[in-house]
């Protein structure tokens, strides 16, 4: 099957681009052939693909009021992303086209291209920005499910996305115009959830996210060459964007209350000086690590920290975590409580509370070499039973089957 997978950044920003390197490679893996479509940047990995990535610079990496203003139009409508996907579809003819993350680049643009050509579209949702202009439920530092029951305009009227008034009333604008003018979902076959939570919750807004949508969590390539390590060096871990809906700010706050404790924390973002002027000394911040760097430093964890204050949807530090048999302490918000089984592979807090985080972590730390080889036992059996390649394979191509049948095709 040719198979064309589409997402804003060709190189590991996030989560999401993870997702993307993983099922490219997991499609190539059982003889699917693919190609990509991303927008141009710097940092990208060479594709032989790139002549038709788009241009399209972040609209705040951009200079002066004017050349903000001039990019606007593209924030919602990417003519250039829909004549270099003309050009990709007559060369590559793909039989499918599996979307990720493409807004504010790439844009809804290319919905229309596909459907003139009569290729069906699955979207993996990896956040929640069909239902929050703000993509995290959480408006200066509270829940937050305003736009629940609107078109996204209160996200413009309480400037919730970035303090900013233009960025937020750009976002508002952005649903309001792909729901009420552009009517997205006339173009997408399927919807790909990575949590129950997040299809339950899309499902409230529209119905159709529950009529076309699936439950497929992330997978862990090479699962079972991945070795668990059941010993550890006594460090909780926090790896990921330093920036203030992952919870990081309620976690270093808790950890005033824990000098026994060390927390070691990898990653970078816009609240990384911040936190750091007002951390303990039992809290070490080690840069951002990838590679064999960060492979190490979750080997040697004795418990992952995942305190998120926006709606994650399926996080790949608690996938990645259980490969190697870690354990981990996970906010209640979004799809996390659904994949900890609390005192089993790890435990819940509520989310925003950081003496129940601080309660949390003073019980993790407290459990004995053998408690802790049975959370550690019982991660790894979690990551082989939902996280399995093989498996998540299976009900991709199931998805894709679905999808190519709603446009009147048939699997190749």
């Given at each position: 099957m040719k198979i064309l997978q589409v997402n804003k950044y060709n190189y590991l920003r996030g989560g999401s681009e993870a997702v993307f390197f993983n099922t490219i490679k997991l499609l190539e893996e059982h003889g699917h052939e693919v190609a990509r479509m991303s927008v141009n940047h710097p940092r990208n990995e060479p594709s032989p693909w790139e002549r038709y990535f788009v241009d399209a610079p972040e609209i705040r990496d951009i200079a002066g009021v004017w050349g903000k203003l001039q990019s606007i139009p593209r924030f919602f409508v990417n003519r250039d992303a829909a004549a270099k996907m003309e050009r990709l579809i007559e060369e590559f003819h793909p039989d499918i086209a599996h979307l990720h993350n493409i807004f504010n680049g790439i844009s809804l643009s290319i919905l229309p291209v596909l459907k003139r050509h009569g290729i069906p579209v699955v979207i993996t949702?990896?956040?929640?920005?069909?239902?929050?202009?703000?993509?995290?439920?959480?408006?200066?530092?509270?829940?937050?499910?305003?736009?629940?029951?609107?078109?996204?305009?209160?996200?413009?009227?309480?400037?919730?996305?970035?303090?900013?008034?233009?960025?937020?009333?750009m976002c508002a604008l952005e649903m309001?115009?792909?729901?009420?003018?552009?009517?997205?979902?006339?173009?997408?076959?399927?919807?790909?959830?990575?949590?129950?939570?997040?299809?339950?919750?899309?499902?409230?807004?529209?119905?159709?996210?529950?009529?076309?949508?699936?439950?497929?969590?992330?997978?862990?390539?090479?699962?079972?060459?991945a070795v668990p390590m059941p010993s550890h060096k006594g460090y909780f871990l926090f790896y990921g964007r330093i920036i203030d809906y992952k919870g990081i700010a309620t976690l270093v706050e808790s950890m005033k209350s824990l000098p026994e404790v060390t927390l070691k924390v990898a990653g970078t973002g816009p609240m990384l000086e911040q936190l750091k002027s007002v951390a303990t000394p039992n809290v070490q911040f080690v840069g951002y690590k990838t590679g064999q760097e960060l492979f190490e430093l979750v080997k040697n964890a004795s418990f992952i920290i995942v305190p998120s204050e926006c709606e994650e949807n399926n996080p790949m530090t608690i996938v990645e975590g259980y490969t190697y048999g870690k354990p981990v302490i996970g906010s209640s918000l979004g799809g996390i409580p659904e994949i900890i089984e609390q005192g089993h592979t790890g435990y819940v807090f509520p989310?925003?509370?950081?003496?129940?985080?601080?309660?949390?972590?003073?019980?993790?730390?407290?459990?004995?070499?053998e408690q802790y080889a049975i959370m550690s036992h019982n991660a790894r059996t979690f990551a082989e039973t939902h996280f399995h390649p093989t498996a998540h394979y299976t009900a991709l191509m199931e998805i894709y089957s679905q999808a190519l049948a709603s446009e009147g095709q048939h699997r190749p």
């Amino acid at each position: 099957m040719k198979i064309l997978q589409v997402n804003k950044y060709n190189y590991l920003r996030g989560g999401s681009e993870a997702v993307f390197f993983n099922t490219i490679k997991l499609l190539e893996e059982h003889g699917h052939e693919v190609a990509r479509m991303s927008v141009n940047h710097p940092r990208n990995e060479p594709s032989p693909w790139e002549r038709y990535f788009v241009d399209a610079p972040e609209i705040r990496d951009i200079a002066g009021v004017w050349g903000k203003l001039q990019s606007i139009p593209r924030f919602f409508v990417n003519r250039d992303a829909a004549a270099k996907m003309e050009r990709l579809i007559e060369e590559f003819h793909p039989d499918i086209a599996h979307l990720h993350n493409i807004f504010n680049g790439i844009s809804l643009s290319i919905l229309p291209v596909l459907k003139r050509h009569g290729i069906p579209v699955v979207i993996t949702l990896h956040d929640t920005r069909f239902i929050c202009p703000s993509l995290h439920f959480n408006l200066y530092g509270k829940r937050c499910d305003n736009c629940l029951d609107t078109w996204g305009l209160k996200c413009g009227l309480h400037r919730c996305y970035e303090n900013s008034f233009v960025n937020s009333w750009m976002c508002a604008l952005e649903m309001l115009y792909k729901e009420k003018i552009f009517h997205y979902d006339n173009y997408i076959n399927r919807y790909i959830f990575a949590s129950r939570n997040h299809l339950d919750k899309h499902a409230v807004r529209h119905a159709y996210f529950g009529q076309k949508g699936s439950v497929l969590y992330n997978f862990v390539p090479k699962l079972d060459q991945a070795v668990p390590m059941p010993s550890h060096k006594g460090y909780f871990l926090f790896y990921g964007r330093i920036i203030d809906y992952k919870g990081i700010a309620t976690l270093v706050e808790s950890m005033k209350s824990l000098p026994e404790v060390t927390l070691k924390v990898a990653g970078t973002g816009p609240m990384l000086e911040q936190l750091k002027s007002v951390a303990t000394p039992n809290v070490q911040f080690v840069g951002y690590k990838t590679g064999q760097e960060l492979f190490e430093l979750v080997k040697n964890a004795s418990f992952i920290i995942v305190p998120s204050e926006c709606e994650e949807n399926n996080p790949m530090t608690i996938v990645e975590g259980y490969t190697y048999g870690k354990p981990v302490i996970g906010s209640s918000l979004g799809g996390i409580p659904e994949i900890i089984e609390q005192g089993h592979t790890g435990y819940v807090f509520p989310a925003f509370d950081r003496e129940a985080l601080a309660q949390a972590i003073r019980q993790a730390a407290s459990v004995t070499d053998e408690q802790y080889a049975i959370m550690s036992h019982n991660a790894r059996t979690f990551a082989e039973t939902h996280f399995h390649p093989t498996a998540h394979y299976t009900a991709l191509m199931e998805i894709y089957s679905q999808a190519l049948a709603s446009e009147g095709q048939h699997r190749p």
